[in-house]
């Protein structure tokens, strides 16, 4: 056992000491050692009950005759942090989370890993974190909030943020807006719409990393503290057959994580995410796959932020070996490993559909016949960019750009009425490294809806938004404004066309004329974990990682 290293022999006595001193007897210490690493935080619904979800862990591990190992990581919460200075920390806590969970790992030569997570980031930086490490391992996602209820009509998050634009239209009041506040989040559980959360937590199912089904139980349904119990039963397993969490990331599991994201018009933070994980895992998977597959994929999932639906409904209506089982039979999926050493199709052999559900549609009768993102490219974004077409009919949009150097210039002209119908916003200096951070603009385009300009409107920047928005937006333009992108020198007033069906982000004015003129804005940033992460972070179209391993 690699745990051997820290436990075996004369040598490591004084080791063996400080073990016993937590309690661990022989036994123990002649067990595989498990590192579960638990973002719990107190401060968002997202993470609050993961501290309880780790005891039915550890309970597992230790009946398939394993010893556990508990750290502690963090969370950076979006749905707090949107808008504020907080949120340039977000895609940063990312790297923490996944470097935290290599560290704790790595540093005590444990045998196998499971990562406990919730919120938007810290999920794929478990997946991260399994590709990088090469150790039998897990991802357990501690489940979807469950809805929230307004004058009798279920909401989310996403609801409260449309209404923050509802208010500044003078369509709600103050008394208004504070009941839908006070109603969207009825407790412990990640957003529950289709969001950043639950469209990484069906990728990572996909991936093969996540047991089939245990990511699809609501933070608070009965039935979770049981399957996280036997996914700690499963790690054990899998490291008694040495069955290893890196080998599942392969090109066609990152192509069906893909696939089903696009089909439920998942948050285009996936691409950021899986092209994360493909680098960890040493796999070539370029962003023009998204683009690809999303061409040929319809939408099927009927889900928040543009549909009907949330994420405890799909668990319902048959979950994600639903959706697994209509891109099957539609030969949109390649057959693949997961962590049970089962394929992903004999894990969806048995799919269980409720009797007249309609959150997943019949594959014949999609919501769209084309999935949620595309792939552009163009004089403003030769490096590439992702336009997020949830919600939205049309794929082509032309107009004057309204050019702003932050998303607080942005959302102080929405709520200020100054932006019109046929406006291209611009929000620039807000990419991965000029953000820092990449802040998703979920605060501008929730706010538009709230104005209903939502189909009248479009944004693009070097930024992100988050899984809630819909809306034609583009986001991730690379290169980013901070290192001199095409995005830099548009003004205002430039037309600017996004055509999604051409793969096309263009302006006809002469941006090579005023490349002169152009000068970087001054760091943000001087010293600290900011001024490091803008120092060390890659582009957009290679997942914004802040190590770029070689490929094999």
């Not at 439920?264 to 691409?271: I, M, P, R």
Request: hydrophobic fraction near 40%; charge should be negative; charged fraction near 20%.
């Amino acid at each position: 056992m690699k745990s051997d290293q820290i436990k075996k022999g004369p040598d490591r006595a004084a080791a063996r000491a400080m073990l016993r001193a937590t309690g661990m007897g022989d036994k123990e210490l002649a067990q595989p050692m498990i590192a579960i690493v638990n973002t719990w935080s107190d401060v968002t619904p997202c993470n609050m009950h993961l501290r309880d979800l780790a005891e039915h862990v550890k309970s597992g591990i230790r009946a398939a005759g394993g010893t556990p190992v508990e750290f502690g990581s963090i969370v950076v919460t979006d749905g707090i942090s949107m808008g504020s200075e907080g949120m340039k920390c977000s895609l940063m806590s990312r790297e923490a989370v996944a470097d935290s969970i290599e560290l704790a790992t790595r540093g005590h030569c444990l045998d196998g890993v499971v990562a406990l997570v919730g919120c938007d980031k810290t999920i794929p930086a478990g997946g991260m974190a399994l590709a990088r490490l090469g150790l039998p391992g897990l991802v357990i996602y501690g489940g979807s909030i469950m809805q929230g209820n307004h004058k009798g009509i279920p909401i989310t998050i996403q609801d409260v943020f449309q209404a923050v634009g509802a208010h500044a239209a003078g369509t709600i009041d103050d008394a208004e807006l504070k009941e839908i506040e006070s109603e969207a989040c009825p407790g412990a559980g990640a957003c529950g719409g289709q969001f950043t959360a639950n469209t990484m937590a069906m990728a990572l199912t996909a991936l093969g990393l996540s047991p089939m089904g245990l990511n699809d139980i609501p933070a608070v349904h009965p039935d979770k503290p049981g399957a996280v119990r036997q996914a700690g039963e499963l790690v054990v397993e899998m490291i008694r057959e040495n069955r290893n969490a890196r080998d599942l990331v392969t090109h066609d599991s990152l192509r069906n994580a893909a696939a089903l994201v696009t089909a439920t018009a998942g948050s285009t933070n996936a691409v950021l995410h899986l092209l994360a994980i493909a680098r960890e895992a040493g796999v070539d998977f370029s962003i023009d796959e998204f683009d690809e597959i999303s061409r040929k994929t319809p939408i099927i999932g009927d889900l928040k932020p543009a549909g009907r639906f949330m994420a405890p409904d799909l668990f319902q209506a048959g979950g994600t070996p639903l959706v697994v089982d209509r891109l099957k039979k539609a030969g949109l999926l390649t057959d693949t490993q997961t962590v049970t050493g089962r394929s992903l199709f004999e894990e969806c052999a048995n799919v269980s559909e409720t009797p007249g559900q309609q959150v997943v549609t019949a594959f014949e009768q999609p919501l769209k016949p084309r999935g949620g993102f595309g792939i552009l490219y163009g004089n403003i974004a030769p490096e590439g960019c992702v336009a997020k077409l949830a919600g939205h009919g049309d794929f082509s949009f032309t107009g004057p750009a309204r050019v702003f150097e932050s998303e607080e210039e942005a959302f102080a002209a929405v709520q200020s009425r100054q932006i019109n119908a046929g406006d291209v916003m611009v929000i620039r200096n807000e990419g991965p490294a000029g953000g820092p951070g990449m802040r998703e603009m979920l605060a501008v385009s929730a706010a538009l809806v709230g104005q209903g300009l939502d189909k009248d409107v479009a944004l693009i920047t070097d930024g992100r938004f988050s899984g809630a928005t819909y809306g034609f937006m583009v986001g991730h333009v690379a290169p980013e404004a901070a290192h001199g992108g095409p995005i830099a020198l548009l003004r205002e007033g430039d037309s600017i066309t996004i055509d999604v069906d051409r793969k096309l982000l263009n302006t006809d004015a002469d941006l090579d004329a005023r490349r002169e003129e152009w000068k970087p804005r001054p760091r943000q940033y001087a010293s600290g974990a900011l001024a490091k992460y803008a120092r060390l972070v890659s582009s957009a179209s290679h997942g914004a990682v802040t190590a770029f391993p070689d490929f094999d």
